[in-house]
């Protein structure tokens, strides 16, 4: 499994987009970007998916380089309700992948009125 | 939207007392697993069942450890006698074909 590095902690304020960038040196070509977020005392919750260029649904976006060794989520205009843990996860996907997930210690975003 | 439930949502116990966490999964979901998560660290992985049978299994699930699937529902995680490190959140997930996982609220386990 390939290791992720993001930071540790990171502040905004409301209405600001948010970038939090995940570097992925070893990632294999089988292997998909995901992230999770987790609210205090609650499960991790799936926000986004992507292989390569540019992914985009109702939450967030995921910015994928051509050399695939990093990866950035982004947030539009951040809420109060968005200050969560953003955990970036690599693997494979699909039913090649039915297996565990790897949490590293995740990003901790706060979000300031 | 289906959920993955969990119950109960906080239990308190005796040292090596037993206990039984109990999961409720989507419900054409195939794959299971338990992840614990101790008071200010991260998620990890316990274990993986598929099939009526584990898949994988960290060094953390250890024979205290026991997972069963007693019916076509319920998904439950026995710790058989527990010890005041397995104090932790205990979140059940569970998969279809996709491999995204859904996790529930999670159980606080508390051992005094």
């Known amino acids: 499994l390939a290791k992720t590095t993001q930071p540790i902690s990171m502040d905004s304020y409301e209405g600001q987009e948010v970038n939090i960038t995940c570097s992925h040196n070893?990632?294999?070509?089988?292997?998909?970007i995901t992230w999770y977020q987790q609210f205090p005392s609650q499960g991790p919750r799936f926000i986004i998916q992507g292989y390569k260029t540019k992914v985009t649904n109702e939450v967030a976006s995921l910015f994928i380089p051509a050399d695939r060794k990093s990866s950035t989520l982004s947030l539009p205009r951040v809420s109060l309700s968005d200050t969560a843990v953003y955990y970036c996860?690599?693997?494979?996907?699909?039913?090649?992948?039915?297996?565990?997930?790897?949490f590293g210690q995740g990003t901790t975003l706060q979000v300031k009125p | 939207e289906p959920e993955v439930t969990q119950t109960p949502s906080h239990q308190v116990t005796q040292m090596g007392q037993e206990v039984i966490l109990r999961c409720v999964p989507i419900s054409n979901h195939l794959y299971f697993y338990w992840y614990r998560q101790i008071l200010g660290q991260k998620v990890e992985f316990l274990v993986s069942?598929?099939?009526?049978?584990?898949?994988?299994k960290s060094e953390i699930f250890d024979d205290q450890f026991s997972v069963e699937r007693p019916d076509g529902s319920n998904f439950t995680l026995k710790i058989r006698s527990t010890k005041l490190e397995d104090s932790a959140m205990y979140f059940c997930?569970?998969?279809?074909?996709?491999?995204?996982?859904?996790f529930g609220p999670g159980t606080r386990l508390t051992v005094l």
């Open positions: 996860l690599v693997g494979e996907r699909g039913s090649s992948n039915t297996g565990k997930l790897i």
């Open positions: 069942f598929y099939n009526n049978e584990i898949s994988e």
């Open positions: 070893n990632i294999a070509t089988n292997d998909y």
């Open positions: 997930a569970s998969s279809g074909s996709s491999g995204e996982q859904f």
